[in-house]
C-alpha cells in the first residue's frame, strides 16, 4: 500500500470554497487527511456533498476556490454504479482493476463471492438488482492497493448485512494505515475514530 512520507497528508485541502446557483455551499475548507484516518461528510441533500467529493478526486477542475493535494494514489467510488449492463459482474470487475495491478481469475471470484455474488459471476449484470450492482463497486476496495478511498454514498441499496460487512471493511482498511473519505447521511458503527465534516448553512473548517 503506497504511503506518504510519516506524518504527511496523503490529501490535503486548503480554502475550498463553493458556490452554486447564487447560494454559497461552503467556504474556507482546509483539512488534512492522514493515514489511519476515516473522515465523514455529512450534509442534507443539496448541501455539497458530491461536489466536494468530486473536487478531491479531480473530477471538478474549474467552478471552485482553493486547492487540494493528493500525495498518493486513490480509489474513488461514486454514488452512481459504474456497471456496464451488458458484462457480467466478472467481466466488469476485471476491466475496472486492469489498470491497477494483475489479478487472477481466482482473486476476482474470490472478491464477487466476498461481497455476496457468488453464484452471479457470469451472468449479465442488467439482471442484477441495484445493490448487486453496488456490490459489484465495492468489490473492488477488495483489490485495491490504494492507501486512500473516496467513497460517495457506498451504502446506497446496500442491506443491513452488506452494511455491516463494509463497514467492517473501511475499519481495517484504516488500521491497516490508510485513510477514507466518505460521504453518508448515516451514522457509522466502526471500531476506529470517525472525523466528521457537515456541510451546512455555508460550512467552514
Same mark, same amino acid.
Request: charged content about 15%.
Given at each position: 500500500?503506497?504511503?506518504?512520507?510519516?506524518?504527511?497528508?496523503?490529501?490535503?485541502?486548503?480554502?475550498?470554497?463553493?458556490?452554486?446557483g447564487?447560494?454559497?455551499?461552503?467556504?474556507?475548507?482546509?483539512?488534512?487527511i492522514?493515514a489511519?484516518?476515516?473522515?465523514?461528510?455529512? $450534509?442534507?441533500?443539496?448541501? =455539497?456533498?458530491?461536489?466536494?467529493?468530486?473536487? &478531491?478526486?479531480?473530477?471538478s477542475? @474549474? %467552478? +471552485? *476556490?482553493?486547492?487540494?493535494?493528493?500525495?498518493?494514489?486513490?480509489?474513488?467510488?461514486?454514488?452512481?454504479?459504474?456497471?456496464?449492463a451488458?458484462?457480467?459482474p466478472?467481466?466488469?470487475?476485471?476491466?475496472?482493476?486492469? $489498470?491497477?495491478?494483475?489479478? =487472477?481469475?481466482?482473486?476476482?471470484?474470490?472478491? &464477487?463471492?466476498?461481497?455476496?455474488? @457468488? %453464484? +452471479? *459471476?457470469?451472468?449479465?449484470?442488467?439482471?442484477?438488482?441495484?445493490?448487486?450492482?453496488?456490490?459489484?463497486?465495492?468489490?473492488?476496495?477488495?483489490?485495491?492497493?490504494t492507501s486512500?478511498?473516496l467513497?460517495?454514498?457506498?451504502?446506497?441499496a446496500?442491506?443491513?448485512?452488506?452494511?455491516?460487512?463494509?463497514?467492517?471493511?473501511l475499519a481495517?482498511?484504516?488500521?491497516?494505515?490508510?485513510?477514507?473519505?466518505?460521504?453518508?447521511h448515516?451514522?457509522?458503527?466502526?471500531?476506529?475514530?470517525?472525523?466528521?465534516?457537515?456541510?451546512g448553512?455555508?460550512?467552514?473548517?
Amino acid at each position: 500500500m503506497p504511503s506518504s512520507p510519516t506524518g504527511a497528508p496523503l490529501l490535503a485541502a486548503r480554502s475550498l470554497c463553493l458556490e452554486r446557483g447564487g447560494r454559497q455551499l461552503f467556504r474556507n475548507l482546509s483539512f488534512d487527511i492522514l493515514a489511519g484516518q476515516l473522515w465523514q461528510i455529512e $450534509g442534507s441533500n443539496g448541501a =455539497g456533498k458530491t461536489s466536494l467529493m468530486r473536487i &478531491l478526486c479531480g473530477l471538478s477542475r @474549474y %467552478g +471552485y *476556490e482553493g486547492s487540494v493535494e493528493r500525495h498518493v494514489p486513490f480509489l474513488y467510488l461514486g454514488h452512481q454504479s459504474a456497471v456496464k449492463a451488458l458484462l457480467t459482474p466478472r467481466e466488469n470487475l476485471a476491466f475496472h482493476v486492469s $489498470g491497477e495491478g494483475q489479478y =487472477g481469475n481466482e482473486q476476482i471470484e474470490s472478491a &464477487l463471492a466476498e461481497v455476496g455474488l @457468488y %453464484g +452471479y *459471476e457470469d451472468v449479465a449484470s442488467h439482471t442484477l438488482s441495484a445493490g448487486q450492482h453496488r456490490r459489484v463497486n465495492l468489490a473492488r476496495l477488495l483489490l485495491s492497493d490504494t492507501s486512500l478511498w473516496l467513497l460517495d454514498e457506498p451504502f446506497t441499496a446496500i442491506d443491513t448485512a452488506g452494511v455491516d460487512a463494509l463497514q467492517a471493511l473501511l475499519a481495517s482498511h484504516v488500521a491497516a494505515g490508510g485513510a477514507v473519505v466518505m460521504t453518508s447521511h448515516q451514522a457509522l458503527e466502526v471500531a476506529c475514530d470517525v472525523h466528521v465534516l457537515n456541510l451546512g448553512a455555508g460550512a467552514t473548517v
